[in-house]
């Protein structure tokens, strides 16, 4: 479980769909087998019943319900991993995580060895690095989520572990991830990872300087959406031409008016690369590269106000402080964090893989959640 689930966090950017669901039915199937499975879904039935109904007429009153349909499937497909993760929470002990996250971050490690050394034109870094995505793993994004996901492994590991040979290993480990983190040059990335650390570090301390830290995670990724907004400003202000805000302003503004056209129910999951009313300029997206956008256009009003709840009724149940005492609760908030800050510049929501991690990350830290709070009240009471 321990391994399978850290698997599933580290490699599903560069996996194919096929083989990510053969591992995940396999964590499910071992999960089925202990009684305490269907106790939990039995707890949270009328929530599970309420995501299937809303999926379903989701689907039924889209533009497009077959694309809608397969889309719901696939989000329902990722979410099945959930209850497998909250099960598995209490097995990732620290040393059962130590024995997954350091030959995994290893593995990383010598696979950007091998890309650098393989497929890196030292002339041209960037385009041959995207020219090899595209051809092997779908698309240089799909590489940057597997980089920068495994470079919080190997920087958790050396954060959480205070024995010298673990914190080597995984440092020796976090050398080359960096250098290809740099190479990918993804922007977005690397203020998703930057906000990630500052918020780890602002939950870790109780005082002034922690909330300063947490300020500082936030408002980056606020004034992002600012200047996604108002580029035009943007440019007046800081004198820069950029033309990705620009292109995003557009794509946010053709989407808003093609939501318009069905706001309460939305046009279904995955169909926003089919209709021809979120086109700009003619030139179709696969996906409007933000999350919640994304979100708000597939699933309408009544649907963001059902996720939002739902989110927000998770997120009052996790201990935040306590998740940053535990190396395998960290790793799985960094990747919360990472990918929520990443999806408000370039990812697609209604994906199998996107909700499997999502899954993986809310599964791990809702299922430690007791035991976490009350490791950190005795620590508190020493």
Request: hydrophobic share 50%.
């Amino acid at each position: 479980m321990v391994a399978g689930l850290t698997y599933i966090l580290v490699f599903t950017p560069v996996n194919m769909v096929s083989y990510t669901t053969a591992v995940s039915i396999l964590l499910l199937l071992s999960s089925i087998a202990f009684r305490s499975f269907f106790q939990l879904v039995r707890a949270n039935l009328k929530t599970l019943a309420a995501i299937i109904i809303f999926l379903i007429v989701n689907a039924a009153f889209s533009p497009l319900p077959k694309d809608a349909f397969t889309g719901a499937f696939n989000v329902f497909k990722g979410l099945w991993i959930l209850p497998v993760a909250m099960l598995a929470s209490n097995s990732f002990t620290e040393t059962r995580f130590r024995r997954v996250a350091l030959p995994l971050s290893i593995g990383s490690a010598v696979i950007a060895v091998g890309i650098l050394l393989a497929v890196v034109d030292w002339e041209a870094p960037y385009r041959s690095l995207a020219t090899w995505s595209d051809s092997h793993i779908g698309n240089l994004h799909n590489l940057n989520n597997f980089l920068f996901i495994s470079l919080l492994l190997a920087g958790i590991v050396t954060w959480q572990y205070r024995d010298t040979r673990t914190r080597f290993v995984s440092l020796c480990a976090l050398l080359p991830l960096l250098l290809m983190c740099i190479l990918v040059k993804s922007e977005g990335s690397i203020l998703a990872l930057g906000s990630t650390v500052l918020l780890l570090a602002g939950l870790r301390y109780r005082n002034r300087f922690g909330f300063s830290l947490l300020v500082c995670a936030f408002l980056p990724v606020l004034l992002l959406q600012v200047f996604y907004v108002f580029p035009e400003q943007f440019s007046s202000v800081t004198g820069l031409q950029a033309h990705t805000l620009h292109v995003r302003s557009q794509i946010y503004s053709q989407l808003l008016e093609a939501w318009s056209q069905h706001p309460f129910i939305g046009w279904g999951a995955t169909t926003y690369k089919y209709a021809e009313a979120t086109a700009v300029q003619g030139r179709q997206f696969l996906y409007p590269h933000n999350l919640y956008l994304e979100a708000f256009f597939s699933f309408g009003i009544v649907g963001s106000v059902l996720l939002v709840r739902w989110i927000s009724c998770a997120l009052r149940q996790i201990n935040l402080r306590a998740a940053v005492q535990k190396p395998a609760t960290a790793f799985a908030l960094a990747t919360l964090a990472y990918l929520s800050i990443k999806g408000m510049s370039d990812m697609k929501l209604t994906s199998y893989h996107t909700v499997g991690l999502f899954s993986v990350c809310f599964g791990l830290l809702l299922g430690s959640t007791n035991s976490l709070s009350n490791s950190l009240n005795r620590t508190e009471q020493k």
